[in-house]
Every structure is written in C-alpha cells, then in structure tokens.
C-alpha cells in the first residue's frame, strides 16, 4: 500500500509529486498511456511559466517537472486510471492493465478535456480537417485556408502559430471581443493572415471525406454565411475530466470538484483534488502548480494524523495488490 | 526508439501494397507529442499479434508525397492496408484498449 497515489501529469500532478516525494511519502503517480504530461504537451512557447526569462517550449516544461519528480523518488507509471474507489481509510485505484494500486491518500489531478462544439459532423470530420491540437496538425495546412474558433488564449495563441502554414486564419468568435490576455490579442491583431470574423458562430461543417468549408450564423442579426476552408480549428475552452469520480466526488454546478475553501480537501476524508478540475477561473500552468502544492501539503497533513500501525503498513508499499 | 520498420515514400509500394500481409502504417513526426506517446503502444500490438499484423512507421515530414496521396490532415494516423488498399483508419493517440478494438478485427 502507497501513502500516496497522485492521478494526473499536468502541472499539478507533478508539482503535487515533488513536494510528496520530498515530504517522504514515496508516491506513485499515474500519467496516462497516452496523455502523459497533459495540455502543456500540446503547447509551443510558454512565456508566462515563472522562472523562464526567455520563455520554454511546453514539453520541455513537462519533461523538467516529471524529472524533478522523479528525482525525489516519484515512482510513474504510465497507464490509465480506469476505476477509483476512494470510500474508507483504504483507496483502490484500478488501471488499464488490471493492476490494483492501494493507497492512503489520493490527489486527483485530471485537468480538464477540450470542449467540443456539438455539431453533428464534427466527429465524423474530426481528423480529417477538425482539429483540436494546431501543434500536431498545422503542419498539414500549408498554404491553405483554416478557421480557429474561439477567443481565449488557447484560440490566439492556436491562430498564431498556424500562420506558420497557412495562407489565411479566421478567427470565428460568437462575441465582439475577446477573452484573451493583451499580449495574445495583440500578436494575433497585428498577423496579416489573421482574420477576425466577430459575432460568427459555427453551425455548418461541410465535407465528404475532408472539411471543405464552414456555415456560420451571425449572432447579432442572424444572417448565414459560408466561408471555404480546409481546416478547422476548435479552441474554445475545456470542461474538469470528473467522469472517474462522478458519484463519489461532490461536484460543483460548473462540473469542477468541490473543495473545501482554499483547502483542496474533497467530501471525501484522504482524497484532494489540484489544479484545472478544480479551477473554473483561472487555469494556468503556474495556477495548477500552486494548486499542486496545496494537495501535496494537506496530503501530508492529514497521513500525519493517521493512526502509527496504518502509515506502517504503507510504508512497505508493494508494486501492486 | 520505436522497434517498428520505416516505410518511405520510395518503399512504399513494395513494403505496403504489394505485401500479402495486413499492414498498419503508424503516419508520424518528430514534433508531435501525442506520435511519442502512441508509438510503445504501437510497438507492444505488434510484438503481441505479429501473425496478425505488421506495423511500419512513415514519417511525414520526410515523405510528403504518401502523407498527401493518403490526405493526412491529423497525425498519428493509423491506416491499415490489405491488398494495396485502405481498410482502416484510426486518428488519434488513444490507450491501448482502445486501439486494439478498433483494430479487432484484424487482430482476431
């Protein structure tokens, strides 16, 4: 048995990790098979990460932060959580290969899943000209026509960095400003491939076996239009990935996990929850490590005050049950 | 390092479409993060059903001319090919389990 089991590889997970496994508590971290390292991995420059004067590429951040975690002894597997149960003293935490992993604690760290915009033919064009990733997939829309949708960070920051590949980017907003700090909005004003069509919002997905082009519906006087193109991208926000925890997690009415004020102390005694599915609001890499730290200290606090013969028999933490 | 052949767009013909073998091509590039994270997987189905299926890897950034006939626009992109021709596609880095179904019926 573990004295800690962190679930997720973002920012928080391993920033929860490092202050675990330099409190002792020799956690296991589970990263995902797939998505280890979370959004960031998708990500190019990162010019707000504290510490980084000159800026750094978003994996290269991730790659440090696993490194630093494990450095301290943080044991990472790389595999999917595919049940939890967290009632009762003892947590169970089953993964995709079958193994069952004991804990005491668990930090729950899943970030969030990007929003689609559910429109019946997005799925079925989703990869074939619907994206929601511009680092993996720009490079496919050489001298081409894409739209971003959207008008947060992620949409900017997306908008500009496929004008790297593209010969045109519209941004398609359904407001007439946007959400995205000053600096992302100013890079994206001043790129003379970037398009601003205001007030638009997506209604149409045209194409047979690749996107062909868009149908979009003023929101202010409701006149359609449609825009060719061969690539569309969605950028427009993220929901908390809470599925693991629905039913034993309380949640609250925007579908983050409810914590006890500052705390990140769940309903339920020995299971924290850090960073973005805990964050409505704010959402940013330095934000979810703060979040991280919290977890990692109020886990320590609360195996503190655990009977002595129950941290004894996590302290011998075999692989699995 | 992935343990899986490179294909190019010079070999393609003879190592994909005219084998007699099911063949999955792993379309891939170094600068995609989600390919990284998807090729272990790619490399443990093939060494568990490597009487099922051959998978080879083709890197688009190094052989454009097979990444536009087969119209990628999202990588990884999986395609299986039997007999010169398409049958499959799976998009996206997705967990083993997931991929082996949609690749149940060539791994049966």
Partial sequence: MRQVIIVGSGPAGYTAAIYAARANLHPLLIASSVEAGGELMKTTEVENYPG??????????????????????????????????????????????????????????????????????????SGHGVSWCATCDGFFF???????????????????????????????????????????????????????????????????????????????????????????????????????????????????????????????????????????????AVT??????????????????LPKELLASAESQPATV | MSTAQDVTDATFADVVLNSSDTIMVDFWAEWCGPCRAVSPILDAIAAEHSDKIKIVKLNVDDNPQMAMKYQITSIPAMKVFRGGEVVKTVIGAKPKPAIEADLAEFLA
Avoid: C
């Fill in chain 1, 288 to 305: 979810a490590a703060g979040s991280g730290t919290v977890a990692a200290l109020d886990a320590e606090h609360y195996l503190a005050a």
């Fill in chain 1, 142 to 284: 050489r001298q081409k026509t894409i739209a971003v949708v959207g008008g947060g960070d992620s949409a900017m920051e997306e908008a500009t960095f496929l004008t790297r590949f593209a010969e045109k980017v519209y941004v398609v907003h359904r407001k007439d400003s946007l959400r995205a700090s000053k600096a992302m909005q100013d890079r994206a004003f001043n790129d003379p491939k970037i398009e601003f069509l205001w007030n638009k919002e997506v209604a149409h997905i045209y194409g047979d076996d690749l996107v062909t082009g868009i149908g979009v519906v003023d929101t202010v006087d409701g006149t359609e239009s449609t825009i060719d193109l061969s690539g569309l991208f969605i950028a427009i926000g993220a929901d908390p990935r809470t599925h693991l925890v629905h039913g034993q997690l309380d949640l609250n009415a925007d579908g983050t996990i409810a914590v006890d004020g500052r705390s990140s102390r769940t309903n339920i005694a020995g299971v924290f929850a850090a960073g973005d599915v805990i964050d409505p609001t704010y959402r940013q």
């Fill in chain 1, 52 to 125: 980084f004067a000159d800026g750094i590429q978003g994996p290269e951040l991730m790659m440090a932060m696993q490194a630093q975690a494990e450095r301290f002894g943080t044991e990472i597997v790389l595999d999917d959580v595919t049940n939890l149960e967290l009632d009762g003293e003892v947590k169970r935490v089953t993964l995709g290969n079958g193994d069952v992993h004991e804990a005491l604690t668990v930090i729950f760290a899943t970030g969030s899943a990007y929003r689609k915009l559910g429109l019946a033919d997005e799925e079925r064009l």
